[in-house]
């Protein structure tokens, strides 16, 4: 009888020691989110632009005072007072990018602004990450933007910690300038180069505000044409032709953004001018035998008069 109570006492240790266990207060696991923005300066919303999360370190206790890194950042330098002074967060940021790509590592997770500029990554858990974001190129503008460290949870300055976490990343916008662009094209009117006399290429000229900027040469080889792009349309640009071929004439005509030289054939170009030059020859003689022809007329006349 001793031993079956001695028994009975045994197994009803056993169920209070479990049910004071289960009794016992269980700190739940917070989990967090981080929420990303963009946008410029302006406030001009920004969209598709690729957020790369890395989680690099998570904390020993909940005073959150040291870290422990993860694998893939063991050989990285990192510690809680650089989290602390800006100076020191932006080169060591810099210097955690360049980790990250001389290692090939993988981010956590990839998401991109959606037309609000954001991105949400859900079910964070404690601990310390690092954002990267893809540069985007538009029409309008170039975004640049710096990569930075966030802290889950992120403590307020009254100590309240925060899981919910929205940071509003650095970014460099550069606008492009209002771009113009020019094309050239030549047309021969040679009678297909039925005389054999037209150049293998000719050379024209990029003016800007009357000024030569460059030159390129035209030939089969390109269709005899160019298109410049990227011209400021603070400026006045126009092509010109270097040096028009011999027994060739050339016309320009401009229709908007493009400009047609045309280079017409003449077999006889040079004989026009010996032409004017004989003509003129032979006019001066003829004046000249006339004005002599006219002296000895009067000449002849006096003499005449002489002998009456």
């Known amino acids: ?49 690729d957020v790369q999360l890395y989680k690099i370190a998570y ?16 050989d ?5 007072d650089k989290l602390v002074y800006s100076d020191a967060l932006e080169d060591s940021a810099s210097l955690c990018k360049s980790f990250i790509a001389e290692n090939s590592i993988q981010p956590l997770d990839v998401k991109a602004t959606d037309e609000n500029g954001k991105a949400v990554f859900s079910d964070v858990s404690d601990g310390i990450y690092f954002v990267m974001q893809n540069q985007i190129n538009s029409h309008e503008y170039t975004v640049t933007s710096v990569p930075f460290y966030i802290q889950v949870p992120f403590e307020d300055k009254d100590g309240n910690s925060n899981y919910q976490v929205t940071t509003y990343p650095k970014n460099e916008v550069l606008y492009h300038k209002e771009m113009d662009e020019l094309s050239v094209v ?23 505000n009357g000024q030569l900027k460059e030159t390129v040469e035209l030939s089969n080889l390109n269709n005899w044409s160019y298109t410049w792009t990227d011209l400021s349309k603070d400026v006045v640009w126009n092509v010109e032709e270097i040096k028009v071929p011999d027994n060739y004439l050339m016309t320009s005509e401009r229709n908007g953004n493009q400009i047609t030289i045309t280079n017409e054939f003449h077999s006889d170009g040079d004989s026009y001018d010996i032409a004017d030059t004989g003509d003129k020859m032979r006019i001066g003689f003829y004046f000249m035998l006339f004005a002599v022809s006219g002296v000895l007329l009067l000449i002849y006349v006096k003499c005449c008069r002489k002998r009456d």
């Open 1 to 49: 009888m001793k031993k079956q109570n001695s028994v009975h006492i045994k197994l009803l240790t056993v169920v209070l020691m479990f049910l004071t266990a289960f009794s016992l207060p269980v700190k739940a696991a917070h989990k967090g989110s981080i929420t990303i923005v963009n946008k410029t300066y302006e406030g001009k919303l920004l969209e598709n632009i």
């Open 59 to 74: 904390f020993t206790d909940d005073s959150r005072r040291e870290i422990v890194m993860e694998d893939a950042f063991k």
């Open 76 to 80: 990285f330098e990192l510690t809680i």
């Open 186 to 208: 030549k047309i021969w009117k040679d009678n297909n180069n039925k005389d054999k006399m037209r150049p293998d290429y000719i050379e024209v000229g990029l003016y800007g």
